[in-house]
Nanobody, 123 residues
Framework: QVQLVESGGGLVQAGGSLRLSCAAS????????MGWFRQAPGKEREFVAT????????AYRDSVKGRFTISRDNAKNTVYLQMNSLLPEDTAVYYC????????????????WGQGTQVTVSS
């Protein structure tokens, strides 16, 4: 059983930056592809970014390309999401997720989820 705990959310002005962290425990972190998803009020959960086991493969939703960067530190069992040039439409609860083997841009294949961290971007 893998436990995931997100941190780093908060309130920031448009154009600002935040770095989210997701600490994993209870499993072999390096055996899991990791993903970040987000859910805004009244909307469905959507894919943000994913990273492979070694970090050699990364994928992003179009609206965050060039602004967000996903990375991982397998020695620290942690995955990060660096978010720059934030926009009000980035406001959401951000979740990290883990799944064995290959990364996915869909939420369904992920086996483990964190509780989420709120990101609010003011205009």
């Amino acid at each position: 059983q893998v436990q995931l705990v997100e941190s780093g959310g908060g309130l920031v002005q448009a154009g600002g930056s935040l770095r989210l962290s997701c600490a994993a425990s209870g499993g072999t972190f390096s055996s899991n592809a990791m993903g970040w998803f987000r859910q805004a009020p009244g909307k469905e959960r959507e894919f943000v970014a994913t990273i492979s086991l070694s970090g050699g493969y990364r994928a992003y939703r179009d609206s965050v390309k060039g602004r967000f960067t996903i990375s991982r530190d397998n020695a620290k069992n942690t995955v990060y999401l660096q978010m720059n040039s934030l926009l009000p439409e980035d406001t959401a609860v951000y979740y990290c997720a883990a799944r064995r083997a290959s990364p996915s841009t869909s939420a369904g294949p992920y086996d483990y989820w964190g509780q989420g961290t709120q990101v609010t971007v003011s205009s």
